[in-house]
Every structure is written in C-alpha cells, then in structure tokens.
C-alpha cells in the first residue's frame, strides 16, 4: 500500500484546507491530480515550491501529478491575493516561460511516460483558445450564478477597496476559467483533485462546484490547499532586500539561493525542512533533536540548503556554493577564487566595500595603489607596511610578501576584479575599468 498522501502533508505542515471526502478518495486507488500555475515569469521562484512539492509527495505516494501552466489565464490574470490587475501577455512570451517552467519541474517530478503515474504537463491555452466568447457563456457560465461568485473572499476583498480601481470584469471571470480548466481535466485525464495554495481556495471550490452543476451531483471532485508560506516573524517567505528568490541560476546564483536557506532562524528551518526536502520524518526528527541541543552548529539550516540547493540546481551546483561559502569564512586559496564565475564572485562579495580604479594604474606598487584617495583601503602607508610585515594583507587570496610589489593585469580576476585582504576578515573588492 502507497504511503497516504493526505497524512504525509499533516506532519510536514502543508496542509491548509480539504474538502470532506478527499483522504478516503484518495485512498482507494491511483488518483490524478492537477496543481496550476501562471507563467507569468520565466523562473519559478521559491514562493512557489510548496506547491511544487506537493506534486512531488504526491507522486512519491503513488498518485498522478498533472502540472497545468495557465497560459490563458495567463493573458488574464487572477485577484486571489493581489491589490492590481496584472499585465497580459502574449502568446510568444507565454510559450517562452512555459518551456522554462516545465524543466525546472522535471527536476522535482518524473515525467518517464512508461510510468502509470508519470507526470504531465497541460496548457489551458490549448483548450481555450478556440472557446468563443458565446459559448463559454452558454456552457460555463449559465451553471454558475453571479451570487455564488461575489460571495468568494478575493471577489469581496478587491470590491471593498483593497483595490485603487476596483475588479474588472476580466478578472471576475477568472474564477470561472479556472473551474473550466478543473472540468476539462476531469473529462480528458479523469483528474478529481486540484491542488493549490490556501489563496486559491474559492477558485478551487468553484471548480468542484462546476464540475457537479455540468455532470451531475454523483460525480468525485476535490480540492486541498497548502497554507501561504511566512516567516516566523511574519513577513513574506522568499523575498529579500533584492526581491524574490529564483530557481533559475541566471536570476539567482546557486551560492545566493544556498545562503538564503543557510540563513534562516531556527523556527523556521525546522519548518522549512519538513516542506521543502522529501527526507523522512524519522530523519528530520533526528536532524531537529540534534540541532536543539546544540543550535550554533546550525545543523538543520546546513542540511537544509544542501537538500534545497541540489535539488533545484544540482550536486556540482551545490559543492560550488559551498566552496564559495568557505571563500569568505574559510580557509580558501586563489585557485579556489579563480573557480568563481563572475555573478558568484560579486555574490559572494556582494556586502564588502567596492573600489574602481582605472586600468591606467596598473604597474604601480600595491602599496601605492591600495592607499590612494579613490581606494582608500588602508587609512596610511605606515599602516600597509606594518600589516604586510606581519603577513596581515592578502592579494587575491595570496599573502602579500612585499608592499611595493606592482600590481598587474595578470593579477586580475575575470580579467577585472582585485581581492584585497585586511587581516583575516576585512575584505575590499575593486573593479578595474
């Protein structure tokens, strides 16, 4: 017997909402599932791997993950948790993400078709496309009344004023096109279950009421909701200083999406890891009583990042950005620096002073260069000579033996960049243009 999927969400935290029935649904047999999302961004972000997960437990439980990327909605937009109408877009651009959405999937679910329960991936564009306007209407929305649909929380909160320009009708219907896209998987794929975030529950339910009012009350079909994602203190998961956390590396560095997990506070980690990884309850259990006893080792934040980062990019990804991490806090060498791809380098020193200097200066002695007015490293030449005697400065992770030794382009790090070293934790970055 599969593992039950609805217990397996309990004792991970990620189950908000479900609708009386599902569990024992899902208990008799290989069920088919569908979770949407919009491709309104090339790159999933971290935001949305709750639901990504959901689909890889459910798959791991034995059932049938279907992935639907609402390209129509898409052109839409939906007003489940936002204040503004989202900007449209076409269908080249729609396309576009779509292709880079399904591979960054394929990294968290199997899409083998010799699998009963391979995953799959649908466009409700395909099926909305070629749905005139007159027959929507007379199909859909003669089942579903108007009072039903005003009576839904994201309807209410944008007409009471959450909103500066109100809830155009575009995006009223977006309720309806969600609950077609339920009906037509319930027809094509036999899908009884939609899966989504706690914000979509009234669009999930008008689809479970849609597909009843059309097929008749007998009809199975369901809806269970994973809980919008906080951080102890209460504030947006996945966002930070500069915005959200991407999945692709062009967006967000492996090393920057490794520190972002290695640094999250102890309450959350302990969450995080239940929902973000697929270890087992026996070894997270384990993992949080040794942290507990001893949280300055940060044993769940380091397990975390490794389990999150390699599952996202990749174990080679991953070793980068551990060695990374150890360039800045550990005992790095310069062939470990030169390693560093240029958006990793600034990454990594993204908090340390930066400097420009212009290749002109190339040639000088260092101890001429490092205490001139634009890169003011060490406050006097006194002070550079003293702390290189006593092996205090590194140039690109290299002790600098003499202070009057000329600094040249065969210094240079991707052909621009000078690490310069002030004891063991001071460090300043200087591009040369």
């Not at 102890?266 to 995080?272: I, K, L, N, S, T």
Request: aromatic share 8%; with cysteine; glycine share 8%.
């Amino acid at each position: 017997m599969n593992k039950n999927f609805v217990e397996e969400l309990k004792w991970r935290g990620m189950l908000a909402q479900i609708m009386p029935g599902t569990e024992e649904f899902l208990q008799k047999e290989m069920a088919t599932a569908y979770l949407g999302t919009d491709p309104t961004a090339d790159s999933l972000h971290i935001g949305h791997l709750c639901g990504i997960m959901m689909l890889r437990h459910l798959q791991h439980c034995g059932h049938k993950p279907i992935i639907l990327v609402g390209g129509a909605t898409g052109m839409i937009g939906d007003p489940s948790g936002k204040s503004q109408e989202r900007n449209l877009l076409d269908a080249e651009t729609l396309y576009h993400n779509q292709e880079c959405i399904k591979a960054q999937v394929a990294k968290f679910l199997n899409f083998d078709g010799t699998e009963p329960n391979a995953a799959e991936m649908v466009n409700n564009y395909d099926w909305m496309k070629d749905f005139s306007f007159l027959d929507f209407a007379r199909t859909v929305g003669k089942h579903i009344t108007v009072n039903y649909m005003m009576a839904k929380d994201s309807v209410q909160k944008r007409l009471n004023g959450e909103a500066r320009d109100g809830l155009s009708f575009t995006e009223f219907t977006y309720q309806l096109l969600q609950g077609y896209d339920f009906l037509h998987l319930y027809r094509t794929k036999n899908c009884q279950l939609q899966l989504g975030g706690n914000d979509q529950w009234g669009n999930m339910t008008t689809g479970t009421e849609l597909i009843r009012r059309t097929l008749g009350n007998q009809v199975e079909a369901y809806a269970l909701t994973c809980p919008l994602i906080t951080k102890a203190d209460g504030n947006k998961f996945g966002k930070t200083e500069s915005g959200n956390i991407w999945l692709d590396p062009k967006r967000t560095s492996p090393y920057t999406f490794y520190q972002f997990w290695l640094n999250v506070s102890d309450d959350d980690a302990e969450r995080y890891i239940k929902i973000f990884t697929s270890l087992d309850r026996t070894t997270i259990d384990t993992l949080i009583s040794e942290h507990r006893q001893d949280p300055g080792q940060r044993v769940l934040q380091k397990r975390l990042a490794e389990e999150v980062t390699a599952m996202v990019h990749s174990c080679a990804a991953l070793e980068g950005a551990k060695e990374a991490s150890n360039i800045l806090f550990g005992k790095a060498t310069k062939e470990n620096l030169l390693k560093l791809d240029e958006q990793t380098l600034l990454d990594v020193f993204e908090g340390v002073p930066h400097y420009t200097l212009s290749a002109d200066a190339l040639g000088l002695p260092a101890i001429d260069l490092f205490t001139q007015t634009d890169v003011h490293i060490f406050p006097s030449k006194g002070e550079m000579r003293k702390l290189v005697q006593g092996g205090g400065v590194s140039l690109n992770k290299e002790k600098l033996t003499a202070a009057d030794r000329p600094v040249t382009s065969a210094d240079l790090i991707a052909g621009k960049y000078l690490l310069v070293q002030r004891g063991k934790k001071n460090y300043s970055l200087i591009t040369v243009k």
